[in-house]
């Protein structure tokens, strides 16, 4: 096994617990700070935000610096932001260290997508993607839950403290075992932001923020369906979230193989189908409370499938500005994170059951599902 893209998958672990943990700590958070729980929530929406702001402006402002020393940077970022939120003291220092902490994710597998596909083999771009995502993937595993049990028996600021030495593991991991790579992004600061006037950019990252959204419209109000529709108790909610990350561990690696094996468009044109109709089925079966566990698992896995796919996508239609183009595509998953998340939230603020986000996130898939079929037919690619 490459160990150049282990260090990827580490830094994929470390963010992934640093974004999803926050989801299972709230309560904590809220409580400790005595502010509401919906206060609490603006971290998750800070730290969106961070990666938002910081995917492009990072990655344009490191795009002549060698891929190696970009990642050990933004490594230290997330080590001091992350240890700063452990230690801050009130709501406002933990609200700027939260958005900070953010900023070094997207320019992370931004640039670590370009690096993991330079150290694969010909042919298997798309699995060594998949592989440093094994890392986000694991994380939602094992890790959240692990960092949630830390936060609910002991102290939330334990959890983020481990996330920040993870961050110091990954560093050194990236130091000692990825090996020197020539940056991608031969041009200038104005010939990288060239790409966003190109026409496919910008149908890419609708493709993105919008079809991802199925995900999230889903997985966003996933414990209140399966409660109150499916009727499971509370104490189930964690192994339910334990067959989501296995889903989503399984479905990462079968959309690299498939990106590989029938390209990345044609890969996520089925990817966004197949978690459209899935979505349809939890729809219609989230009242058989023993198939609640069965489609957590599938939809997760199908779910997952997407990521490497969109990331190739990204890549070769970014000839010399591949690493901005990575990193546009991390911002547009927040987008997609924001607005399925949104969404999915109308039905229920209406007064319709906690089933029917799903239904949004079918709408969301499925256009991501026509507008990856007219990229296909418009750029051939």
């Known amino acids: 096994m490459n160990k150049g893209l282990?260090?990827?998958?580490?830094?994929?672990l470390a963010i992934g617990m640093t974004e999803f943990t926050m989801m299972g700590i709230l309560q904590d958070i809220a409580k400790d700070q005595n502010i509401e729980i919906t206060q609490a929530a603006h971290f998750i929406a800070l730290y969106a935000l961070g990666v938002v702001v910081g995917a492009p402006i990072l990655t344009l402002f490191t795009g002549k610096i060698a891929p190696k020393k970009v990642l050990l940077f933004l490594m230290i970022l997330f080590v001091v932001f992350n240890g700063l939120f452990a230690i801050a003291p009130e709501y406002n220092s933990l609200a700027i260290s939260r958005f900070m902490s953010g900023l070094p994710h997207g320019a992370f597998f931004g640039v670590g997508s370009v690096v993991a596909a330079q150290l694969a083999t010909k042919g298997k771009e798309a699995q060594a993607i998949a592989f440093m995502f094994t890392g986000m993937t694991i994380a939602n595993l094992a890790g959240v839950p692990l960092g949630t049990y830390i936060g609910h028996h002991y102290s939330w600021r334990i959890t983020y403290s481990i996330i920040a030495l993870l961050g110091l593991v990954t560093f050194a991991a990236i130091y000692f075992w990825l090996p020197k790579i020539d940056t991608k992004s031969t041009g200038d600061l104005k010939q990288q932001l060239a790409y966003f006037k190109l026409k496919k950019a910008w149908l890419i990252i609708a493709i993105i923020s919008i079809g991802t959204g199925g995900l999230f419209s889903w997985i966003t109000y996933i414990s209140p369906m399966v409660t109150k529709i499916g009727l499971l108790a509370e104490n189930k909610v964690p192994f339910i979230m334990v067959l989501v990350g296995l889903g989503m561990f399984i479905g990462n690696i079968i959309g690299g193989k498939l990106a590989d094996t029938i390209s990345p468009t044609k890969a996520a044109i089925a990817c966004f189908s197949t978690m459209a109709i899935t979505l349809v089925v939890v729809y219609f079966t989230a009242h058989i409370t023993q198939l609640s566990y069965v489609m957590a698992f599938v939809t997760g896995m199908v779910a997952f499938t997407i990521g490497s796919p969109l990331q190739m996508m990204l890549i070769t239609s970014a000839k010399g500005s591949e690493n901005i183009a990575a990193a546009a595509g991390q911002a547009s998953f927040n987008v997609g994170n924001t607005l399925g998340a949104y969404f999915g939230g109308i039905p229920i603020?209406?007064?319709?059951?906690?089933?029917?986000?799903?239904?949004?996130?079918?709408?969301?898939?499925?256009?991501?599902?026509?507008?990856?079929?007219?990229?296909?037919?418009?750029?051939?690619?």
């Open 6 to 12: 282990i260090a990827l998958a580490f830094g994929g």
């Open 349 to 381: 603020t209406l007064g319709f059951a906690y089933n029917t986000p799903v239904l949004i996130g079918v709408g969301m898939a499925s256009i991501g599902a026509i507008l990856a079929f007219f990229y296909l037919k418009q750029f051939n690619q």
